[in-house]
């Protein structure tokens, strides 16, 4: 069974500061991995997908994540965090076969100004 | 991206009672899917929904508790049963087979059980 393991509940930057999130995985396939991002009181929003195309995944508001598969990683990263950015992030791996989706316990990030 | 609606955004009931939740997606899908997300915590799948077929629920949940109906291919209804305070939480569907390989979700529920 798919799963993924966030390595940190909470992480505070500054505003301008680089963001990293750090998200490990267990597949036994090739996995689809997302980031999803889920502001206060608000839905869930996707941030970027990985489905075994590009390593290096661009998504929206600045953000992007890398695929190491010899790491079993997928770690989101921001160059600049903004105070938008506060939320809480959650890193899913879709399930092959049964296409369930196994989240992650979440990170919840603040931006300090 | 696709829509999908969910009502009631929230309610507050009475333990012991009943609510259904709806969800509605606006193009015709394979599967539907409802989790929970309790307060503070990560989102829980609580069953696949499939049209033409019983749920499929995961472990810790079961279907007297939590009844879903899946008529067609783009609605499904999950109904929460006697009600406790533990109830009390977000409940969201989701979607999959339009092609795309992510998932969109719902807005949620919010329900507290008093």
């Known amino acids: 069974a798919q799963s993924v393991t966030q390595l940190d509940s909470h992480v505070s930057v500054s505003e301008g500061t680089p963001v990293l999130l750090r998200c490990n995985y267990s597949?036994?396939?090739?996995?689809?991995l997302f980031w999803y991002v889920q502001h206060p009181n608000k839905g869930l929003q996707l941030l970027l997908k990985?489905?075994?195309?590009?390593?290096l995944v661009k998504g929206i508001n600045g953000f992007e994540a890398e695929f190491k598969k010899s790491e079993t990683s997928f770690h989101l990263t921001k160059p600049s965090a903004h105070m938008s950015d506060a939320a809480e992030y959650f890193c899913?791996?879709?399930?092959?076969?049964?296409?369930?989706?196994?989240f992650g316990a979440g990170t919840t990030v603040t931006v300090r100004a | 991206s696709a829509v999908i609606s969910q009502k009631p955004s929230r309610d507050i009931c009475q333990r012991g009672t009943s609510l259904t939740i709806q969800c509605q997606v606006d193009s015709q899908v394979t599967m539907m899917f409802w989790y929970r997300q309790q307060p503070g915590q990560s989102l829980t799948l609580i069953a696949t929904?499939?049209?033409?077929?019983?749920?499929?629920?995961e472990s810790g949940f079961v279907i007297d508790k939590f009844p879903i109906s899946r008529p067609n291919l783009t609605f499904s209804t999950l109904t929460v049963s006697n009600m406790s305070p533990e109830d009390s939480s977000i409940y969201l569907c989701?979607?999959?087979?339009?092609?795309?390989?992510?998932?969109?979700f719902g807005q949620g529920t919010r329900l507290t059980v008093v």
């Open positions: 990985y489905t075994s195309a590009a390593t």
């Open positions: 929904a499939n049209q033409g077929s019983e749920a499929t629920y």
């Open positions: 989701s979607e999959y087979g339009r092609g795309n390989t992510e998932a969109f």
């Open positions: 597949s036994s396939y090739s996995p689809s």
């Open positions: 899913v791996v879709r399930g092959v076969g049964d296409y369930k989706l196994s």
